[in-house]
Structure formats: structure tokens, C-alpha cells
């Protein structure tokens, strides 16, 4: 089955990029996202990527995507305390089957 | 964006009572809507695909006489947890099918 992994913890200082990796194993991925979840919070969409891109930039938000690695980074400039949460990855595809969420990697933004 | 709503946001319930989520679609129809189960710090784990008009689809290991779905309609799920215990106690997220998943604000069981 699918299976999407990534590290569990991330701390930065305030300033600072952040960068937090995962890899997933479906190659059929064809969408890749990236969520935002605070504390006692639903999950908040930041960003998606096309399996056919290698990257999408949104503001501070930068995604990679290495697809024969099977590897999805997301990077956030200036790291701010707001972005202090938990951010999980997940990927889909075209045939409307439910997503499937790495475990989540929490970043700590210290000032 | 497209919007989907949850309700309620949160309940507190008595062990071996039951209790619906509703899961409603507000700007488009979906046929298909999924529910997730979120405990303390994990996570996000497929629990059901609900399909309009037809019976639900449960993962490996989720009791479907215990978590009801039902999907009268392309606006709306709910999810019924019937005779609920302490474990049943998690963060219950439902997303609806349109242009992509849309998910819904979650709904926090408490189960004393």
C-alpha cells in the first residue's frame, strides 16, 4: 500500500528557513500536499504540486518535488513564530481515492 | 476555495452513548466523502469512504456496525458512533470530493 514517512521534529530560530522533507512510495501520486495543523486545530491546506512539476513557489512557501526520488520538501523562508505547528504531507491521485498522510513533523520556531 | 463543515466542533459524551457527525459540503456536491480518525499526536487515518447513494467503504480493522455512515445526499455524510466508549475518544475529520479533498474543521469526541 501507500506509505508516506517524514521526520517528526524540526526547530528553528525565528528568521531562518525551515525545510521539512518527505518521501512517499506510490508512484501513481499524481497530487502532493502540504497542511498546516495547529493545536487543537483542523488541518489547513497550504500548498499543492502537480506530480509533473518540479516546483511551486506561493510567497514564502517554496515545494520541491523529486520524482524519481520520490522525495517532496517544503521550504519557508523567514520562518516566522506563527509558523510554529504541525505540518503534514500527503499524497493523492486523479482516481478520487482518500489521501494518505505522512505522520507529521512538527516545527518549533524559537525567537 | 470550496468550503466543508463540520458538526459540532466538539462533544462530550457518556460511555455507551451515541453520537453523530455531520459532515455537510456548503458550495459544491460531492459524491464521495471520507472520514479520518486523528488520536493525540499521530496522524490522520482513514476510517471510511462514504459514497452517495450506495454503502460505505471501511477500512481494515474500523467496525462498520460501530461507525455508522450514511451519505443520504451529495452535501452531506454523518457519522454515527454508536455506543461510544473512551477509546472511541479522538479528533474526527471528514473531506468531500470536488476539484480536490476539502476538509472539514474536525470534530473533537470526548468520551467520559
Keep these: ?111 | 476555495g470550496a468550503v466543508v463543515s463540520q458538526h459540532p466542533s466538539r462533544v462530550i459524551c457518556k460511555s455507551g452513548t451515541s453520537v453523530k457527525i455531520e459532515c455537510r459540503s456548503l458550495d459544491f456536491q460531492a459524491t464521495t466523502m471520507f472520514w479520518y480518525r486523528q488520536f493525540p499526536k499521530q496522524s490522520l487515518m482513514l476510517m471510511a469512504t462514504s459514497n452517495e447513494g450506495s454503502k460505505a467503504t471501511y477500512e481494515q480493522g474500523v467496525e462498520k456496525d460501530k461507525f455508522l455512515i450514511n451519505h443520504a445526499s451529495l452535501t452531506l455524510s454523518t457519522l454515527t458512533v454508536t455506543s461510544a466508549h473512551p477509546e472511541d475518544s479522538s479528533f474526527y475529520i471528514c473531506s468531500a470530493q470536488g476539484e480536490t479533498q476539502y476538509f472539514g474543521p474536525g470534530t473533537r469526541l470526548l468520551v467520559l
Design chain 1, 1 to 111: 500500500g501507500e506509505d508516506v514517512e517524514q521526520s517528526l521534529f524540526l526547530s528553528v530560530r525565528e528568521g531562518d528557513s525551515s525545510v521539512i522533507n518527505c518521501t512517499y512510495t506510490d508512484s501513481s501520486s499524481t497530487y502532493l500536499y502540504w497542511y498546516k495543523q495547529e493545536p487543537g486545530a483542523g488541518l489547513q491546506l497550504l500548498t499543492y504540486i502537480f506530480s509533473n512539476m518540479d516546483m511551486k513557489q506561493d510567497q514564502r512557501l517554496t515545494v520541491l518535488l523529486n520524482k524519481k526520488d520520490k522525495h517532496l520538501s517544503l521550504r519557508i523562508a523567514d520562518t516566522q513564530t506563527g509558523d510554529s505547528a504541525i505540518y503534514f504531507c500527503a499524497e493523492g491521485d486523479t482516481g478520487r481515492r482518500a489521501l494518505t498522510f505522512g505522520s507529521g513533523t512538527r516545527l518549533q520556531v524559537q525567537p
